[in-house]
């Protein structure tokens, strides 16, 4: 039985961090696009850049974050570790990131319906703002602080 929990916790390991690396891909990718999105000039590349943007989110981030959500929760269920205190350290960055993802959103409509206020120098900066996150994230989980 506790061969089959294991090969069954590495498999759902598997593919939470398959689903980590895609939300995290478009995590980083979006705002990049945002800053050449509000930085050019040309009409065409402004719907060009709107396709883009929609795409990104909608077919990879989205589904990508549910699945990393999904299987994370399957693993912190089988491993029990709901109460651990450095787990509730990550949970503050998921937090922060799921925060994150759903700014992005907001920014991609306003984007999209010509109504950003937000320039492509505040999208460089806050571009930086997940590394920070998946820091604590992946010091919690790997090196388990507390």
């Not at 939470?16 to 690396?21: D, K, L, N």
Request: a positive charge; one cysteine or more; proline letters at 4%.
């Amino acid at each position: 039985m506790i061969d089959f929990l294991t090969e069954y916790m590495l498999w759902i390991k598997a593919f939470h961090v398959m689903g980590v690396i895609s939300w995290m891909a478009g995590i980083f990718y979006l705002p990049r696009l945002f800053v050449y999105h509000q930085e050019t000039q040309n009409p065409a590349l402004w719907e060009q850049f709107k396709v883009m943007e929609r795409k990104l989110y909608k077919i990879i981030m989205q589904p990508a974050m549910h699945f990393s959500l999904i299987t994370g929760i399957l693993l912190a269920t089988i491993q029990d570790v709901w109460t651990v205190p450095w787990f509730h350290l990550k949970l503050t960055g998921l937090f922060f990131l799921f925060a994150y993802h759903f700014f992005l959103d907001y920014c991609r409509k306003q984007l999209e319906q010509e109504k950003c206020q937000f320039s492509g120098r505040f999208f460089r900066i806050i571009n930086e703002i997940p590394v920070l996150i998946m820091a604590v994230i992946v010091i919690s989980v790997i090196v388990k602080p507390f």
